[in-house]
Every structure is written in structure tokens, then in C-alpha cells.
């Protein structure tokens, strides 16, 4: 059912402003650090709700979110750790993420400096979830592997999924 969801009309649609609310308080949280301010957050949905949301991060799960599934977002720092200098990407176009390739970019406003050490995983039930942009070396934590993808991978992922005119 989630290859089905996964087209360019869909994207935006689906999950409608879910991700600029979940990714918002991310990347608030990570610019201005303050003890007093959000530590965690729950959204809560039904299946129809996390659905889409598989559907972007994870298109090869293939599965229906069960009765009680939960999609859980975790946003970690590692000052220690020191990015790679921004670089032209290699390759070519991924297949299964064409459909994301073809929709119109928004570019992240935060000096790329505020958010380089910052790392996002996400995890459906038990499983830590790979997303497509964050598999290839440089897009993810050097030692804990691809499923904790740099806050740059996982945000152009997310930023093209929000839509601009979603009251019209």
C-alpha cells in the first residue's frame, strides 16, 4: 500500500504540514539551546496518519502500521563530531526518490554551522529506519551508521515534503 501513496501529487498531500511540525521544534530546539525549553514532544495519529509518513522515510517497509504503531523522531547532538566540508553530490538520481528529486527544494534558512553536529534517527516500532538520502557516506554519523543521518540529510528529505500553499 505505501508504494501506492508515494507519488509527486501525493507527497506534499499526504502528510499535509506533519512535517514542519515535527521538524520544526527540531531544528528551534537545536539553534538556541535553553534547559527550560521542549525536551520531548508527542504527535498522535492512527495508521492513516503514520502511513504517508513510511512512505517517505521508509518506501521499502511495504507494510500497513499496525494498531498501536509509532513513529518515533530522536534529534542528537555530537559536538566532537566535525562534518565534511558541503560538497557537490555524487551519482545519480536514486529511483525510488525520484519522485522527491522532481518537487521544488525549499532551502533551509540556518547557517549550515547551527546545525552540523546534529544528528536525527527515527525508528517505526522497533526498527531504526534508514532514509534514502542519509545511506551514502558523509550523510550520516561516521560511527553509528546510516540510520543516524545528519540533520542536513534528514531536513532535505523533510523540506521538500512541506507544503507552501496547504490553505488553498
Known amino acids: 500500500m505505501a508504494a ?3 507519488s509527486e501529487q501525493n507527497l506534499e498531500s499526504h502528510p499535509g504540514r506533519l512535517p514542519q511540525t515535527v521538524g520544526a521544534p527540531a ?4 539553534t538556541a539551546y535553553d534547559p527550560a525549553k521542549l525536551k520531548f514532544s508527542i504527535f498522535s495519529g492512527h495508521d492513516s496518519t503514520i502511513l504517508p509518513l513510511l ?3 521508509a518506501p521499502d517497509l511495504g507494510q500497513w502500521p499496525a494498531y498501536a504503531a509509532h513513529l518515533s523522531l530522536e534529534l542528537f547532538q555530537d559536538p566532537s563530531y566535525q562534518p565534511a ?3 557537490a553530490k555524487e ?3 536514486d529511483a525510488r526518490d525520484a519522485a522527491l528529486q522532481s518537487l521544488p527544494a525549499r532551502p533551509l534558512t540556518l547557517p549550515r554551522e547551527s ?3 546534529y544528528f536525527v534517527r527515527l525508528r517505526f ?3 531504526f529506519l534508514t532514509l534514502p538520502k542519509c545511506a551514502p557516506k558523509g550523510r550520516h554519523h561516521p560511527q553509528m551508521g546510516p540510520t543516524m543521518c545528519t540533520f542536513d540529510a534528514f531536513y532535505e528529505t523533510v523540506e521538500r515534503l512541506i507544503p507552501t500553499d496547504y490553505r488553498a
Open 4 to 6: 501506492k501513496i508515494r
Open 27 to 30: 531544528a528551534e530546539t537545536h
Open 55 to 57: 512512505a517517505i522515510f
Open 85 to 87: 566540508p558541503a560538497q
Open 91 to 93: 551519482g545519480g538520481v
Open 115 to 117: 546545525y552540523a553536529t
Open 125 to 127: 516500532n522497533d526498527q
